[in-house]
C-alpha cells in the first residue's frame, strides 16, 4: 500500500512500518509540522464498495475519528489526526488515523513471551483497562474489539488501550464488502467475543466487559477461555460457563473466580453494569491481596509472662468458659 519515504498531504512522512492487518498498515511517521513521531494507520477499504458507499464509509470514519479524539485518559491512546490521501494507482481516497506513538509491548507481546503473569499484575492491568472503557462508555464509544493485542504497556506499567471507534468503522466497511454480505462471521476477535456479538444483535458496553474478562482469565491462566476453531469457539462463547480459573491456578480466590464468571456472563443484563463497578471491584481484590501479603510479615508480639496463677481464682476445667475459643478461618481474597 506504502512505502518508506512517502509524506501524505505535505505533512506525515512515513518511516517504518509497524504492522500489518487486514485493514491496512501501522507506521511510524514524522510529524514534519510539529517535529514529533506518530503512529499512523493506513486503512484500506475493498475495491469491490460502489463509489456512494466509499463516501458513506469516509463519511463514517471521520465520525468514529472525532469521537475517538475526544477521549481524554492517559488509559486510551490519544488521536491527534485523521484525512485521507489518494491511493497509489487509483483516485480512490485512503482514510488515515494518526495517533500518539506508544513505546512498549502489548499484553499479546506479554503473554507469548511470558505467559501468564503474576496475580496482582494482573488485576492491575484489567482495573487500568477499566479506567478506560469507563469513560469511553460514557462519551457512548464502545470499543468491540478489547483484547490483548489492542492493549499496550509502557515501561512504567501503565496500561493503554488503542483502537477506539476503530473496529466500529470496519465492521462498517466489512457490512459492504461481499464477504459479510455473503454471511460471513462478525468482524472481531473470536476469542474474546461476546455472546451478543456473535448472534449478530446491538450491543453496548457490556460487550467489551465481556472481552475483558477474557482478557482477564488469560492474563491469569496463559490461555484464553476458549481455544480451538472459530466454529468450535463461537459456541463456547455461546453455550458454555468458562471453567473457574481457580480450577488452574490453585492461589486465586473465589472473588477473582466469581467476578471473571460474571463479567463472562451469556446474557449482558447478567454482567456488571458498567466497568467503575468493575474497576471497584478489582480494587478490592488486589487491595485484599496487599493486605494478605503483610500479614505473614508482621510476625505476632510475644506473649506476656504468664504470672503464677491465684489458686483461688483457679478456673473450672469443666468450665465452658475454659474451652479454647475456636479460631475464625481467614476469608480468601
Known amino acids: 500500500m506504502a512505502e518508506a519515504g512517502r509524506v501524505l498531504n505535505g505533512r506525515y512522512r512515513l518511516v517504518d512500518k509497524l504492522g500489518t492487518g487486514g485493514m491496512g498498515e501501522v507506521w511510524r511517521a514524522r510529524d514534519t509540522d510539529l517535529g514529533r513521531d506518530v503512529a499512523l494507520k493506513l486503512f484500506s477499504p475493498p475495491a469491490d464498495i460502489a463509489a456512494e458507499e466509499r463516501a458513506e464509509l469516509l463519511g463514517r470514519f471521520r465520525r468514529e475519528a472525532r469521537a475517538a479524539a475526544a477521549l481524554d485518559s492517559r488509559h486510551i491512546v490519544t488521536v491527534h489526526d485523521h484525512g485521507t490521501c489518494l491511493d497509489d494507482g487509483t483516485d480512490d481516497e485512503t482514510p488515515y488515523l494518526v495517533m500518539e506513538l506508544v513505546e512498549g509491548r502489548s499484553l499479546e507481546q506479554v503473554l507469548r513471551d511470558e505467559g501468564r503473569v503474576p496475580v496482582r499484575q494482573a488485576l492491575d492491568w484489567a482495573e487500568q483497562i477499566c479506567h478506560a472503557l469507563d469513560i469511553a462508555h460514557r462519551a457512548g464509544v464502545e470499543h468491540r474489539d478489547i483484547k490483548p493485542a489492542n492493549v499496550l504497556v509502557r515501561a512504567d506499567g501503565t496500561a493503554v488501550v488503542l483502537d477506539f471507534g476503530i473496529a466500529k468503522f470496519q465492521e462498517a466497511v466489512e457490512s459492504e464488502s461481499k464477504l459479510t454480505r455473503t454471511g460471513h462471521m462478525p468482524l472481531g476477535s473470536v476469542l474474546y467475543m461476546a455472546p451478543e456479538r456473535f448472534r449478530m444483535e446491538p450491543s453496548d458496553g457490556r460487550a467489551d466487559l465481556y472481552a475483558l474478562g477474557c482478557v482477564l482469565y488469560e492474563l491469569l491462566i496463559g490461555r484464553p477461555p476458549y481455544v480451538g476453531p472459530a466454529a468450535g469457539v463461537m459456541y463456547n462463547h455461546l453455550n458454555d460457563t468458562p471453567l473457574r480459573p481457580s480450577r488452574a491456578r490453585t492461589e486465586l480466590s473465589v472473588h477473582v473466580d466469581q467476578l471473571v464468571l460474571d463479567l463472562m456472563a451469556k446474557d449482558a443484563d447478567d454482567r456488571p453494569a458498567d466497568a467503575a463497578q468493575v474497576a471497584t471491584r478489582l480494587a478490592g481484590i488486589r487491595e485484599g491481596l496487599d493486605g494478605d501479603a503483610a500479614k505473614p510479615d508482621t510476625p505476632p508480639p510475644a506473649p506476656d509472662p504468664d504470672p ?22 481467614v476469608s480468601p481474597v
Open 308 to 329: 503464677k496463677p491465684d489458686p483461688a481464682s483457679k478456673p473450672d476445667p469443666k468450665s465452658s468458659s475454659s474451652r479454647p475459643s475456636p479460631v475464625s478461618p
